[in-house]
């Protein structure tokens, strides 16, 4: 869980039906605090199969291949997920087996089923440390096994294809990650699939049959490298001769959809700041691209030609070049510093703010306005340290990366302090507010969407949700340093008498 619009989420884990042979997990929150009722159903009549399952998480797998147990997470009194246990269809939940309880407040717990659908892991996260168990779909009574270590710093991510596990491991001194096997029944003996680049960050792997996909990042670009696998008798080595694939527009946002594990397809969710969400099916075999499906814009007479996008780099107050994501309208924008424009950035957790196509941007690039996204250190789009140099003790450098955007922004002539409007969510939000009061001189216009402002107040409080599992990111303000370095940016702790805000609760 992270601070971000968690609506979205909310909505998409309602719809999740989790399908087994004939039956349905489905999980329900009636009041949108995230604590949700189970249902099985009978995937042919509707049927409620079983006693729903009650005070769950919404993180759930089947745990065997045909008579219907599964896995399910629980959490504590402040939400955090703490607890996997093991249900078996037609018993009570009371009976159920705890498989794991993590005790430490600063983790939580994830579930996840293998793309091969023979191993369920469970994730024990921190924001900078994760260990994995697995337990083996064939035999759930068996419970949960050890298979990477809990190590300070160390973050593990595991998939699972013929006779190995696959790792994605990050390490202090490998921090953009390396991608390493074991065979299953010796977890200790590790080859190297994919060793650490200093200018790659490995994102995430995706396994089939044949091939494994590597989301990397590399210059603010998401990038998907694809290689091929020996048959799954066939001893492991390093990976070598792999394509990645191309886009049609030069800055853009691309993520896996669902794919089958056995098929040498692979289905891309794709988009940019100008091209509507499309869907394309990947050949791994051919390296050919189809565009299944493209989302039509039905309002507006919109046609993608018209609008312009493009990367510019801002020089922040330390030196380091600061990506920003641009678009416009070719005929509207005049670029001579006359044009409104909206800057968007979040900054946060690792999490990258891709320049994706937004249909609510569209209606305002028709208006004239540039919008922008600026990639500002404490998010991941250039890497680990990226994040790294935007957390904790160098929290300012989001800050004053953001202002280092503005200004570049209104000094190459895309827009003017009297034209330059801000916005940002959540963590955003933090943003918004923070640059507000340090520079109220230099935005126009801001819109912070459910806002974190009271960064002090709440990082004091470990009975709320998310204060624990959010000290590494933030700092424990229990300890004095971190008490003074949040109060120096926290957005209500620093609010003067020095700026007139214009609010806008919708921007179109
Ligand atoms: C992980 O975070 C904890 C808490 O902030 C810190 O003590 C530890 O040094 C961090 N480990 C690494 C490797 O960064
Ligand atoms: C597992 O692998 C490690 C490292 O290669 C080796 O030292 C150990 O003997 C192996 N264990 C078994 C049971 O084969
Ligand atoms: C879309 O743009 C609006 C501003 O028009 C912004 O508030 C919102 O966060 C953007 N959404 C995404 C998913 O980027």
């Known amino acids: 869980m992270l601070r971000l619009n968690l609506t979205f989420f909310i909505a998409l884990l309602r719809l999740r039906l989790v399908p087994i042979t004939s039956w349905w997990l489905m999980p329900e929150d009636t009041k949108g605090d995230e604590i949700y009722i189970i249902y099985v159903i009978d995937a042919h009549t509707g049927a409620l199969v079983d006693k729903p399952l009650i005070g769950v998480t919404a993180s759930l797998e089947w745990a065997t291949n045909n008579d219907g147990a599964f896995v399910y997470v629980t959490m504590d009194q402040t939400l955090r997920p703490h607890r996997a246990w093991l249900h078996k269809l037609g018993e009570e939940q009371s009976s159920d087996t705890c498989l794991y309880h993590e005790k430490d407040d600063t983790f939580s717990l994830d579930l996840q089923a293998s793309e091969s659908k023979k191993f369920l892991f469970v994730a024990s996260e921190s924001i900078n440390t994760s260990f994995n168990f697995y337990l083996d779909v064939s035999k759930p009574e068996d419970g949960l096994q050890f298979l990477t270590p809990r190590v300070d710093g160390i973050d593990t991510s595991v998939s699972h294809r013929g006779n190995h596990f696959f790792i994605k491991r990050r390490t202090k001194e490998f921090f953009n990650s390396e991608v390493i096997a074991c065979p299953l029944d010796n977890t200790s003996e590790t080859t190297l699939l994919l060793p650490h680049r200093e200018s790659v960050k490995i994102q995430d792997i995706q396994l089939f049959n044949n091939h494994i996909v590597v989301y990397e990042r590399e210059k603010c670009l998401p990038k998907v490298t694809i290689y091929g696998l020996p048959d799954v008798e066939e001893p492991l080595k390093s990976l070598q001769g792999g394509h990645t694939v191309e886009f049609v527009d030069p800055i853009y946002s691309v993520e896996p959809s669902e794919s089958q ?142 202002i280092a955007c503005a200004e570049y922004l209104t000094e190459s002539k895309y827009s003017s302090k009297e034209k330059l409007c801000i916005c940002g969510g959540s963590a955003g939000g933090l943003l918004v507010g923070a640059v507000l009061n340090m520079r109220p001189d230099l935005f126009k216009a801001a819109v912070a969407e459910v806002p974190f402002v009271d960064v002090l ?36 702790d620093n609010v003067k008498a020095q700026i007139i805000l214009i609010f806008l609760s919708q921007l179109v």
């Open 457 to 492: 107040t709440t990082m004091l409080d470990p009975t709320i949700p998310l204060t624990t599992s959010e000290w590494e990111e933030w700092g424990d303000p229990r300890k004095e340093e971190f008490y003074f370095y949040i109060k120096s940016y926290s957005p209500v």
């Open 261 to 402: 594990f056995t098929s040498s397809i692979l289905r891309l969710d794709f988009s940019s700041m100008k091209t509507p969400h499309s869907v394309y099916d990947y050949d791994m075999k051919t390296g050919i691209s189809v565009l299944k499906k493209i989302k039509t814009v039905s309002v507006g007479g919109f046609d993608a030609s018209n609008y312009v996008t493009e990367r510019k780099w801002a020089n922040a107050q330390d030196g380091t070049q600061i990506p920003i994501s641009i678009v416009y309208h070719k005929d509207l924008a005049k670029l001579d510093g006359s044009d409104p424009l909206l800057l968007d950035g979040y900054g946060s957790y690792e999490i990258c703010i891709d320049p994706c196509f937004n249909i609510s941007c569209v209606s305002l690039l028709d208006w004239g306005f540039v919008y922008a996204i600026a990639h500002i250190r404490g998010g991941g789009e250039m890497g680990r340290q990226w994040y790294e140099n935007g957390k904790l003790f160098k929290k300012k450098n989001t800050l004053t990366d953001f």
